[in-house]
């Protein structure tokens, strides 16, 4: 028999804390002699990366593992089996679990977790198990969300396939059927979509062929599979006319090609499939893909460049690392329907590009702040489009995830 210890971040207010020190549980080791008593002769628990690894699991903390933390301790793997690395446990689908000894729970748990700050991520100890699980198949390989979500696997070493339009394209029935036939995943991840708002506007069908049909028809052929499904939306679904942050019921009014798009392919999704994720989410910044705006407003300022931005339209950017880390969470706990992601913050396009500035070190003068009408675009924009949550902030604040982007932008161009 088999249990597993549900522990989590929760938060009220601006009151962060970890359930397992509450409960005192955390520091328990006895508690391993009452489930061995139970008859549970394998523990399987999550690692909670606010914990261990909020930044990356590179400045990872595994320390507190030698001597806290039972049920981790006891994923650490077998006596005599090479310790378990951090990631695999998240796999809630398919990692192995580990034996306790019923005779010697603490000391055989105990004995293992010695080494596992050694085998922690990317050791080839880490990688076969999680390897010989059923993977997650992520849709939209070479997009920016592709990519971070493949990014953040790796990280957890958690088992995945990063799937290219050539491999799979969502509005092709027959490519959907032969390719979760074949690779049989335990979860999709579809980060594939039409994303060129502007664009959207002179080939609506081709618009529609990726956020409203592809979605619809992975909802379907998931549902069949009773594979759990995560697709996404934006906060281009409302008409900004609510001035305030839109949570998950506020009606949907879209403006624009590109919002309609999205608006017919939640409802498909979920009638298809009510229990897939659907999560709408704000312009992306993120550390490794060059063009978002983040990342060019800096190039621009930096080489001297003027740099134009409207400030009439108030948005939550949100930083694509929080964004995947918080919507994987979210897909391994099961959750269902609309949810709303976010990076917590309300700003324009100008403020934005200021606050990197002068984060950054550079003269923001040559920002251009001007209205969205001078800007010319094709699709009009809601002038007020920032998400909120009826479930909470689950995503660092705005300040905070301009901070780690400059860090973790740094740490990408030291790697390459
Ligand atoms: N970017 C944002 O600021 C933002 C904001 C809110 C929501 N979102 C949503 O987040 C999702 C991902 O956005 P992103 O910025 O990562 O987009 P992206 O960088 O443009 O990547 C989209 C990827 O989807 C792939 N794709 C398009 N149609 C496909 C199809 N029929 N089958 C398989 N793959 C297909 C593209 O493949 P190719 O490389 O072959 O073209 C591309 O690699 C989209 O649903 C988007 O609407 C994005």
Redesign the pocket.
Known sequence: MWAGVACTFSRVGDQYSDQLERNGHARRLSDLELFADLGVRALRSPILWERTALDSVERADWAWGRLLYPPVLCLAGGVDSPPLGPGAVSDSAGAELTPIDPVRPIESAASTVDDAPAAGHGTTAARPRAQASRQIAI??????????FARLCDDRALAHRA????E?????PG?IEALLDDLRPWAVI???????VDDAEREPEACE???TV?PALLAAACARRGVPLV??????VFDGAKRAPYLESDAVAPLNA?GRS?VAGEARVLDAYPAALVI?????FGPI?PY?FVTVALRELAAGRPFVAADDQVVSP?YVPDLVRASLDLLIDGAHGIWHLATPGAVTWAELAHRAAELGGLDPSGIVACSTAELHLAAPRPCYSVLASEHGALLPPLDQALERYFLQRSEAQAAT
Request: no cysteine.
């Open positions: 849709t939209g390989a070479r997009g920016t969300l592709g990519r971070a799937l290219t339009r050539a799979l394209d969502i509005a092709d490519s579809n980060a594939a979509g039409y994303v060129r062929r990726e956020n592809g697709t996404f939306s934006s906060d281009l590109y999205k709408r989410t704000s312009a992306f893909d978002n949100t």
